[in-house]
């Protein structure tokens, strides 16, 4: 069964400085890896997939890097601003066609 | 626009009474998700479809039914046998194979309050 853990589960940082959120995996035959943002009280926003084939995928600030082998991903956001502060969560489909999910990294960014 | 609605926001169910939560989707998506999320952990697959009138149990189906008689539409019915189903649930939808990325869209989620 596919494991997924996000470390660290919160993170404080000053406005401006970049953010780093790590995601490991247990199994490494998945099929993508996926991103997501949540707001409290809300659903889930995605930010980026990567695909099994690929090492990173890029959206304005956002940079996401996938070392299969290793089990790993790591959101970048770059020059944090108070708006990113949310709920991260990393989310590993495999060929099953279903998403196994991590808890999470609750970032706050301090104006 | 195309999404996920879900409905309600908000619902409060008393002891021993079936609830059903909706989800509706104008995305032309074949494959549907039900997921509950609790504080500080994953989400938990409860139910999926891959395909109008079937649909395969998730990790934790117990005390849970679903139903998939429209594409469009995937609705949850939280009955009297889940014991502790005070939760934030989540339904979900994935892209054709075929047609891009192949990634999940969320809808904005029911918050379910036992009363």
């Known amino acids: 069964k596919q494991e997924v853990t996000q470390i660290p589960a919160a993170l404080s940082v000053p406005e401006g400085e970049n953010l780093v959120l790590n995601c490991s995996f247990t199994d490494s035959a998945i099929y993508n890896l996926q991103w997501f943002r949540q707001d409290p009280g809300k659903g889930l926003t995605s930010l980026l997939l990567?695909?099994?084939?690929?090492r990173e995928q890029t959206s304005g600030r956002l940079n996401a890097s996938l070392d299969k082998s290793s089990g790993r991903s790591t959101l970048y956001i770059a020059a944090s601003q108070p708006g990113d502060s949310a709920t991260y969560l990393c989310a590993v489909r495999s060929d099953d066609y279903k998403l196994s999910f991590g808890a999470g990294t609750t970032v706050t960014v301090r104006a | 626009d195309g999404g996920i609605t879900q409905s309600p926001k908000y619902l409060f169910r008393k002891e021993g009474q079936n609830v059903t939560l909706s989800c509706e989707q104008n995305?032309?998506?074949?494959?549907m998700y039900w997921y509950r999320q609790d504080p500080g952990q994953g989400l938990r697959l409860i139910y999926y479809s891959q395909i109008v009138n079937d649909f395969q149990k998730g990790d934790i189906a117990e005390g849970y039914s679903v139903s998939r008689e429209k594409k469009e539409s995937f609705p949850l019915t939280v009955t009297s046998a889940q014991k502790n189903p005070t939760a934030f649930y989540l339904c979900a939808s994935r892209q054709p194979a075929g047609q891009g990325v192949h990634g999940y869209t969320f809808g904005s989620g029911t918050r379910l309050t036992v009363v």
């Open positions: 990567i695909q099994s084939s690929q």
């Open positions: 995305l032309n998506h074949d494959a």
